[in-house]
């Protein structure tokens, strides 16, 4: 049974950074890519991060590129998500998903 439990979010002001973590049980976690996705109040789900099984390899949507970092740790069964330069938009419970299932989200708010 796949179990994702996130971590780490709070309340930043614009300009901060957080780092979100996810941990991972049930499954065997260096076989497979992991995704972070991010809901805002009144909006869609969105597919913000996706990175390999290995790590190797990352794609970032448009919206996070250049600020937002994914990596992973496959010994720790770790999935981690680095976000700097925070802006108000970026305010979400953030997620996250591999096999068809999620974490329960972590709340990332971003407010001066």
């Known amino acids: 049974q796949v179990q994702l439990v996130e971590s780490g979010g709070g309340l930043v002001q614009p300009g901060g950074s957080l780092s979100l973590s996810c941990a991972a049980s049930?499954?065997?976690?260096?076989?497979?890519?992991m995704n972070w996705y991010r809901q805002a109040p009144g909006k869609e789900r969105e597919l913000i991060a996706v990175i390999s099984s290995a790590g190797t390899n990352t794609n970032y949507a448009d919206s996070v590129k250049g600020r937002f970092t994914c990596s992973r740790d496959n010994a720790k069964n770790i999935l981690y998500l680095q976000m700097n330069n925070l802006k108000p938009e970026d305010t979400a419970v953030y997620y996250c998903s591999t096999l068809h299932s999620y974490g329960q989200g972590t709340q990332v708010t971003v407010s001066s």
């Open positions: 049930g499954f065997t976690f260096s076989r497979y890519a």
